[in-house]
T-cell receptor
Framework: GESVGLHLPTLSVQEGDNSIINCAYS??????FIWYKQESGKGPQFIID?????DKRQGQRVTVLLNKTVKHLSLQIAATQPGDSAVYFC??????????FGAGTTVTVRA | DTAVSQTPKYLVTQMGNDKSIKCEQN?????MYWYKQDSKKFLKIMFS???????INETVPNRFSPKSPDKAHLNLHINSLELGDSAVYFC????????????FGEGSRLTVL
């Protein structure tokens, strides 16, 4: 199957600044997208999801944007905190029950 | 209480051995999964069970055999371990097989020497 990729493997951000993590996907049939956060030594944790009939969804300090025209997904984190340091994965599914994960972006928050 | 628990957390073994990793979820979910995460952090699905029935079986060597005695448990047995099997194996569960909200365990790090 087609996989979900990420633009940058690492991102360094100053504490208090906003973070933007990007993801490109190639399967035009994908209709459901999710962002996961994985802290060191732990399993991935669901952050936020978005369906293909939406282009923006907001959560607490996080916003996911979906651009189906260019097959691009982004996660914005407002006022980044040290606890936001982790690996972030985008994932997608085309309704075939298989969640495909991208390679991950490692976010490091500088004090 | 841990929602998705897997044991052991660490496993070091020799090539050719057989080993098992156990997983249990207390969330009342219908669907469980096994994912493999390699050294570059890439996560790949291996298997998925929905109400004890296999619904996803990715291209995984048949040395890997999942077993689901009930919908709260999904174990992974690996025969004739190879060096390339070294990875972190994650168990996960979800309410059903169409949601993307998976709840992951903390992982089992397998090292094959």
């Amino acid at each position: 199957g087609e996989s979900v990729g990420l633009h940058l493997p690492t991102l360094s951000v100053q504490e208090g600044d906003n973070s933007i993590i990007n993801c490109a996907y190639s399967n035009s049939a994908s209709d459901y997208f999710i962002w996961y956060k994985q802290e060191s030594g732990k399993g991935p944790q669901f952050i936020i999801d978005i369906r293909s009939n939406m282009d923006k969804r907001q959560g607490q300090r996080v916003t996911v944007l979906l651009n189906k025209t260019v097959k691009h997904l982004s996660l914005q984190i407002a006022a980044t905190q040290p606890g936001d340091s982790a690996v972030y994965f985008c994932a997608e599914t085309a309704g075939d029950y298989k969640l495909s994960f991208g390679a991950g972006t490692t976010v490091t928050v500088r004090a | 209480d841990t929602a998705v628990s897997q044991t052991p957390k660490y496993l070091v073994t020799q090539m050719g051995n057989d080993k098992s990793i156990k997983c249990e979820q207390n969330l009342g979910h219908d669907t469980m999964y096994w994912y493999k995460q390699d050294s570059k952090k890439f996560l790949k699905i291996m298997f998925s069970y929905n109400n004890k029935e296999l619904i996803i079986n990715e291209t995984v060597p048949n040395r890997f055999s999942p077993k689901s005695p009930d919908k709260a448990h999904l174990n992974l047995h690996i025969n004739s371990l190879e060096l390339g099997d070294s990875a972190v194996y994650f168990c996960a569960s979800s309410q059903d097989h169409v949601t993307g909200e998976l709840f992951f365990g903390e992982g089992s790090r397998l090292t094959v020497l």
